[in-house]
């Protein structure tokens, strides 16, 4: 029997309920970054947890392999810290923060009305991702700024859910990075201190933009 791919528009009336109703998120995941000039594919595991707060994001991003850091954002600011070297290079992302936030928080909590404001969105059909049934949703941005840096992203829904199983961002140089996640869970009873950054005394701090 044919697989009745489920329409997109089933898809976004979904995902707008579920933005309605979204707190805060924690998945692991599972990073794959490829370099086309080099023809390299790097692999990153780590974990995610979002929280939405008004008006602003908290994201805590942990890599385990193949090296441990943690980035932080936190509204407009982004710190990345590696413990081995306990440095925290701190950033501001206040030129980047709606394409930053929109980049994390894809497909998180975010609303088709949301996703249409920043990106033309097109169907791109049915696929299966190990096994599980899902739709794939092409996104184009709108701004230029943001087209310098991404020119397509993919998502991939599975059915009956409202988060994306992976998520594609490809980039002009052809490279690509795309996320796979799993264990996702919405509005986790988590404490607070989850959604913070705790530096070690004697941190190195760093400021690559000055």
């Known amino acids: 029997t044919l697989v009745q791919a489920e329409s997109m528009a089933d898809v976004l009336a979904r995902m707008d309920r579920a933005a309605g109703e979204f707190r805060s998120l924690s998945a692991t995941m599972k990073r794959i970054h490829y370099t086309a000039v080099l023809n390299e594919t790097e692999e990153t595991d780590g974990t995610v947890r979002l929280k939405r707060l008004k008006g602003s994001t908290i994201g805590v991003i942990e890599f385990r392999q193949p090296e441990t850091r943690t980035i932080f954002v936190n509204g407009k600011s982004v710190q990345v810290f590696y413990p081995k070297a306990n440095t925290v290079e701190i950033y501001d ?4 923060t709606s394409s930053m936030e929109q980049i994390i928080l894809l497909g998180f909590g975010t ?10 969105i097109k169907d791109g059909g049915a696929q299966k991702i190990n096994g599980t049934e899902t739709t794939r949703l092409e996104l184009t941005p709108k701004s230029a700024e943001l087209k310098k840096m991404i020119t397509k992203i993919e998502m991939w829904i599975a059915e009956g859910q409202s988060t994306p199983l992976r998520v594609k961002f490809s980039e002009p140089s052809r490279n690509f990075e795309q996320v796979d996640y799993s264990d996702n869970q919405t509005n986790p009873a988590l404490p607070d201190s989850a959604f ?4 070690p005394p004697g941190v190195k701090k760093i400021y690559p933009q000055k």
Not at 93 to 96: E, V
Not at 111 to 120: A, G, N, V, W
Not at 196 to 199: D, G, T, V
């Open 196 to 199: 913070e950054l705790k530096l």
């Open 93 to 96: 992302a206040s030129k980047y």
């Open 111 to 120: 609303s088709s009305t949301e996703l249409k404001k920043s990106y033309d």
